[in-house]
């Protein structure tokens, strides 16, 4: 029937039309309705479509959160092409990567050494030097809305799984299904205010900007956290919601300390007195729930919400209502409740794979089920435990042994500090588990004890053979860096090695 | 990548993994948990299925609320056929008409006179005699969970445009989008329970049995209205929701006049001072709006809401984030901001046209926009106004006029009770607008003062070149039985007649 197509595209022209004096968009002296968005997006599209830019293919983003980056997504959008908007903080070798990766055709960009580095080797695409005036010279042409929701219109680097990034791509459908979710968690009424305050080409931001967009509110961007400037934003735009985290808001609250800024417009979590006196406490089950849940970009966002099972056993909570979540083991099968699984998923919101990884892609999607690479627990009230990352798994005999798993095991010992879980080669079960424990200061505990805390904790198969204690661990990150400790401490014989 | 699909299957499988505890249905002395619906949903699946239902089939249910209409939709998504609950008030030849028309392979039923009849001059179907030995004698074999979320799963008779009604085809997708749109504007939260008190062969109470659904909470079930009962299962069963209108919120208030029933669950639109000291008053969009909007059948239920336009100047309010509407006119061009048109609409919740009404379906279709057979004026805040049916056009001159436009401007008029608008042949303009007026009691007007009326209210064209007063108008249900009319006051010369 052709009538139930629905592109981002679409969604503008849509609050063109019903929301003729509302604001879409501020930034610094930059402020837009929804009727002046489109006509600049129609600009801007016909401006990169005469650059070369069609159905699939990219535009890149380098620079900091603007108006430009919700300007340029829907440009794409309305051109059935891909827009990505990338971490402008790598260093001009990563740049450069993710340019020969993503083969942009044009590259929009804010000055820097490492965005001028990679540029100077790489010449293909058409450089925007002059945003404003680059917009200014497209046309005024409409632009047929005959895109199709399911491609892809936008493309988040993530994921390096083998030290380089993949950009994971979502569509039109996915997006917006992963906004209704919002919509409905954070309970997102008529004059919704975000203010983008985190970094655009991070999923956590982006996928508030584009549920605030997707209800016809505000947009306020800023281009980089700072205290004072965000605690302005927020009494100037009336904003309701901001990407703010702990210590982010410990800086509000000293910036505000005088109460120079009204920040009772704010809806957000309870954080500490001060700040709970400033704001206004939100009891949507996204913010009473502290924003729990677990996700991924590959997912659109979240995946699993708290605010959907309260008083829920396992901290992710609950799937969004439009997907679907199997804890799988390594073929494929569901595990039982209360064992360790991979977190797979199926619905709406989920990614059309990564630009140009198609064995990855296979991989990742095997028997129709996207594979998180992450590790759960279902508990027996039915809600999802976020265990940790997958990353390798041992084989002890027959059975299948994630570290991660045994790790948080370990650390629930009153006397560990920190713990790391490899597997070593064994010549009875192949592979046996070894635990490099870093005891907390003035502790004690025997190798014995940990084991034997270890048992009465997870499936006793799981728990170590070996135990060594350490200072410290190597890191990568947040995560022990596995390479380092199976070099230090023996580790091998990994199944698949 | 096959990781997109959402069918009503899935979701139910999902929250018998997420919500094993959970009740999902209440039915008398039913009462079942997620599990224990999947359950009986995959045997009933297997029965239907035994008796060749397959991708594509129709499933009839004729009979009053019951849990068996959750039951047999599921099933019938488990297997990728399409459920109807048809109509059970209506008589023996109606029933007829609708079992020709359908063609369902199975028909489950509650035993009535009309359906004993409609069932002696159609027996190729299927008929369950006895629904649970039906259910009973299903296989527990898992039914692949194979089928495509776009495809049909719900038909709903409606729209009898030539005198027969037509089942409007919605599939999982337009289901699911649907529901999505009522999780935000109602603002849904764990536990919601809806009372389904109104008729569920109907979209009213449908579409809020597939939302409580979708958000896993609890659905109960009564057969009818019934005062006293509706107040016990609100008491009982703690419903948070349930399908009420006016009288009988009046009728609850009389029945709980001693306060005999605690009804302080029920979240629900104020409506007099006894009945929100009985209930608590909800502050979400769909409540506070008191459930403005408009809607049809064939997008779902809902297609805008007053809910996410506080203060608007139409009533309509603005779309659902998952729709976009636009006012044609007869060539399928925009019409101008103030002007009326045809409400015609896009979108993931859109139906996918009628069962077996090919050339309908084209026609309501045409340019890739559903026309819904309505009229609508966009007022200048953007938001929308329902004007009324469009159901025939006047052309005078090379204008169109809608006489429920003009029957609007009419009834402003304070001396107005009534008045309905017809088309008669005119040398000069072909068509001339006649208005057939009904004068409310003890009020005088003339038709020069009247026509005048119109004239400052809406285009100067559009007004009546002819009055005629009458004591009252032959009507067809809420609607001037313009055939009636037409015959009375010599209406004719209509376009394309």
């Known amino acids: 029937m052709g009538i139930h197509r629905l592109t981002l595209s679409d969604v503008l022209a849509e609050h063109r039309r019903s929301r003729p004096h509302e604001t879409a968009v501020v930034d610094g002296s930059v402020r837009l309705t929804y009727p002046q968005l489109d006509t ?29 980056v919700l300007e340029l997504l829907l440009a794409a959008a309305r051109l059935g092409a891909v827009f990505c908007p990338a971490n402008w903080r790598q260093s001009a070798d990563e740049l ?82 992963h906004s209704a979710a919002l919509l409905q968690v954070r309970q997102v009424e008529p004059g919704f205010t975000f203010l983008n305050c985190g970094p655009l080409f991070h999923v956590g931001t982006m996928m508030f900007c584009l549920t605030t967009f997707l209800s016809g509110g505000k947009n306020v961007f800023t281009p980089a956290f700072d205290a004072e400037e965000v605690c302005r934003l927020i009494d100037a735009e009336r904003c309701t919601q901001a990407f703010l985290f702990g210590q982010m808001i410990d800086a509000l609250v000293a910036a505000n300390a005088g109460g120079k800024y009204d920040l009772s417009s704010l809806r957000f979590v309870s954080h500490s007195p001060e700040w709970d006196a400033m704001i206004t406490v939100d009891d949507s089950p996204w913010c009473s729930s502290k924003m729990g849940g677990y996700g991924q970009t590959e997912v659109g966002g979240m995946l699993t919400f708290l605010g959907l099972a309260p008083g829920a056993a396992g901290y992710a909570g609950r799937p969004s209502p439009f997907v679907q979540v199997r804890l799988l ?47 759960g627990r279902r508990e027996p009230d039915g809600t999802l435990t976020f265990i940790g990352p997958k990353l390798r798994m041992i084989k ?102």
């Open 40 to 68: 600049r997006v129609t600009k801007l599209a016909n401006a990169l479509a005469a650059q070369g830019v069609g159905p699939g293919d990219r535009v890149l983003w380098l620079g900091q959160n603007s108006y430009r």
């Open 96 to 177: 450069a990567y993710v340019l020969d990766d993503l083969g942009p055709r044009v590259v929009a960009f804010e000055p820097s050494d490492a965005v001028a580095g990679a540029r100077e080797s790489r010449t293909a695409a058409h450089w925007v030097e002059d945003y404003e005036a680059f917009v200014a010279g497209g046309s005024d042409a409409e632009v047929p809305d005959d895109k199709d929701d399911r491609d892809p219109v936008l493309a988040l680097y993530t994921a390096a799984f083998d030290g380089r990034p993949n950009a994971a791509l979502l569509s039109h459908e996915a997006l917006i299904a």
């Open 329 to 375: 083991d390594a073929e494929g099968r569901e595990v039982p409740d209360g064992e360790v699984g991979e977190i797979c998923a199926r619905g709406k919101s989920l990614f059309s794979g990564y630009h140009d990884r198609p064995e990855l892609n296979a991989r990742k999607s095997a028997g129709g089920w996207h594979h998180t690479g992450d590790l």
């Open 396 to 497: 002890s005999g027959n059975e299948n042994i994630y570290p991660a798993e045994v790790e948080r095991a370990l650390k629930t010992h009153p006397a560990v500090a920190d713990a790391a879980v490899i597997g070593v080669p064994d010549e009875r079960w192949k592979q046996a588990v070894k635990a490099i424990v870093v005891l907390a200061e003035g502790r004690t505990a025997t190798a014995e004890e940990i084991v034997e805390h270890v048992r009465g904790a997870i499936a006793s198969y799981k728990k170590p053979r070996h135990v060594e204690f350490a200072g410290e661990l190597p890191k990568k990150g947040f995560t022990p860096d596995y390479d380092a400790l199976d070099a230090r401490y023996g580790g091998g014989a990994y199944p698949g090695s």
